[in-house]
């Protein structure tokens, strides 16, 4: 028997092929983001909260170039909990470090500036990027009812800063012309930034 071919049928099958490649794109997008997700989390220690951000790298690029070089930089960390992705700041966590690399170990050391003074050495830089998340915390109490009683989101934000110290003017040295340099000095490495979101969460009871 011949096999008659219902050439009607096939924009439904076209339709249905479509939608089911719709589907399938849509659920590998799904999965990509909560890949993405899962790759950040919070961490309880005591009375504070914690990230953890393994893909969340700032020693990198030019930084990592000028450690290399035998010259330290200044990396600003800051941690937001935030009621919703890209919501206003509900508590924020502060801390700034200083980083050097050691030519002949091959390992990198950190200094928390502030009180209290923290520093840990001989770090590859994964451990080093690790160390400094593990210091940034937030109080519990400033959370309120976010992670108790509602889900909250967090960004974190890194700022590094590669530009030598301008020595501070004083009298017979002090130019406008030196100012103007450090200022453009200033402006053109405060651009050393990186910035991510990721929630929701929940703070285990």
């Known amino acids: 028997m011949d096999r008659i071919l219902d050439t009607n049928s096939l924009p439904a099958a076209r339709g249905s092929l479509g939608g089911a490649a719709l589907i399938a794109l849509t659920l590998m997008t799904y999965t990509t983001i909560e890949i993405l997700a899962q790759s950040v989390t919070i961490t309880r220690t005591g009375s504070a909260v914690a990230v953890r951000a393994p893909g969340f790298g700032f020693i990198k690029g030019e ?69 400094c998340l593990e210091q940034l915390t937030v109080p519990v ?9 509602l889900p909250f989101w967090i960004r974190l934000d890194s700022r590094v800063l590669t530009a030598d110290t301008a020595p501070a003017p004083d009298g017979g040295d002090f130019s406008l012309r030196g100012l103007i340099d450090a200022l453009s000095r200033r402006r053109k490495n405060d651009a050393l930034t990186h910035s991510i979101e990721a929630g929701p969460f929940r703070l285990s009871q």
Not at 83 to 95: I, K
């Open 141 to 149: 109490s400033a959370l309120g009812r976010l992670g108790r009683d």
């Open 63 to 131: 930084p990592l170039v000028r450690l290399k070089d035998g010259r330290s930089i200044r990396v600003d960390l800051e941690l937001d909990v935030l009621p919703g992705p890209g919501g206003p700041v509900a508590a924020q966590g502060r801390q700034t470090y200083v980083l050097s690399y050691d030519l002949w170990e091959e390992r990198f050391a950190v200094t928390q500036v502030g009180a209290p003074s923290r520093s840990a050495a001989y770090l590859t830089s994964a451990a080093a990027e690790a160390w």
